[in-house]
């Protein structure tokens, strides 16, 4: 299997990056961006090669460092941190996976970040109809070990249409169903660090399971993929 680990390098060219946010110094540094983007890309690849061996994985993307600044109040033209993304392959494996790293400030997340809107009134009526199974999952103790507790965006009240009694309205009214593990940049440059994502990102499966099987049929258990 690839080996692979993030450097000191890497982070350093990060800080040095966001105290030098132009053009210019990141002209003068572009041989040394390609070096270092290429490194961290080897890593991502060995995430990927990891994952296979328990997940269906159709593609890794590395975001581009380059920002979009016509719609940002923020006009400084590049991220300060690398990043990059899994696709789980087939219509009937849901979720995504993504991997930020930056100095002080690096994490991987998985879930559901911005579901379609048929997706999100699909999950609703799911956890409408009996969010028992749903809860067994995320508290799992050895789950809450690795990744803590379920976040995201919601509502401040019911959905239209969904009673805002429901006993299980905190799940329903939320418009994200996503988890985030934090990394401190010791455990980023440690030469398990790989290894550590690949883990977590196992231990996901549960959840992931669930959701493709949520969104993959109808409220009476029928595929919609047929």
Sequence with gaps: MQSAVITKEVFLFLKELEQNNTREWFTANKDRFKALESSVKDFFSTVMERMKQHDDIEKMKMFRIYRDVRFSKDKTPYKTHFAGSYARAG?????????????????????????????????????????????TIINNKKFVDV??????????????????????????????????????????????FAMKINDSFKAIRPYFDLMSDILTTNLNGESLLD
């Excluded at 559901?112 to 609703?124: C, G, T, V």
């Excluded at 401040?156 to 009673?163: L, M, Q, R, V």
């Design 91 to 135: 219509a009937k494996l849901r979720g995504g996976y993504y991997v930020q790293i930056k100095p002080g400030d690096s994490f991987i997340a998985t879930g559901f970040w911005n579901p379609e809107k048929e997706d999100l009134l699909r999950i609703r009526k799911e956890l409408e109809l009996d969010a028992e199974e749903f809860k």
């Design 147 to 192: 990744w803590g507790n379920l976040i995201g965006e919601e509502l401040k009240t019911a959905p239209k249409g969904f009673d805002k009694g429901h006993p299980d309205i905190d799940l329903i009214r939320k418009k994200q169903y996503i988890f985030i593990r934090k990394f401190t940049d010791k455990e980023v440059l440690s030469p398990d």
